[in-house]
């Protein structure tokens, strides 16, 4: 009778490596602790915060054009609101002007008041009066008291240029501003000077400008026309 040998093999050699791996050598069983490590790498990671600062800078920024916008705003309709009420006071604006340009001045100046025009935060009221060119020629050159003309005015719009030129050559420094023409007629030119004077202040000054441009708007020009005056 024969009977079966059989060989059992057994091996408890192991080897033991650096990286944390148990290696049994005759069965291969190995058992490793690197997908841990990984793991807790893995886990240890932070998201960069840079993207986040960069994002917040630019809605900070955004905010801060807005609310410049919106104070620029409010500061600028507080100013226009100031100057259309008029935050300095009154002053009037005295043109003297030649007989036959009389009516038109007269409802230029008329729609001016009633609009409560205003020249550097004051509203301006301009009064005409109609007086020969020879007698404010004499008052504004001194042969003549001022007081005959009702005072020193802030623009004469005589009838013709001789006039000005009277005015120029014997008093060059009361020239407030250059003359400029606002109407004429077949010989006549009638042309708007800006006086500098000892009460004309600098209100009045800029007033008789803006109210000099005033005079070219059509409007006032087609008064002129009425009046038998073109522009």
Known sequence: MNRAVGKATSTGEQ????????????????????????????????V?????????????????LLAWGWANNVL???????ANACTDGNSTLTVVVTPSAQKPLTSAADRWNRANTVVHAHCVHVEVRAI?????????????DVSTIGGFPAAWVPENSFWINQLVTAKPGIVGSPAESVASAA???????????????EVQTRAAQVFRDFLHEPAQQADFKAAGLSG
Do not use: C
Not at 19 to 36: K, L, P, Q
Not at 76 to 82: D, H, L
Not at 187 to 201: H, I, M, N, R, W
């Open 76 to 82: 600028n309709s507080r100013a226009e609101a100031q």
């Open 48 to 64: 960069a915060k840079w993207p986040i600062f960069a994002g917040a800078f630019v809605v900070l920024l955004i905010l801060g």
């Open 187 to 201: 010989s006549t030119d009638y042309q708007f000077l800006g006086l500098a004077g000892p009460t004309v202040d």
């Open 15 to 46: 080897r033991t490596t650096g990286e944390g791996r148990s290696t049994a050598t005759e069965g291969r069983s190995t058992v490793t602790g690197t997908h841990r490590a990984m793991g807790k790498l893995a886990g240890r990671r932070r």
């Open 132 to 144: 020969p060119p020879q007698q404010v020629l004499d008052a504004l050159t001194g042969k003549a």
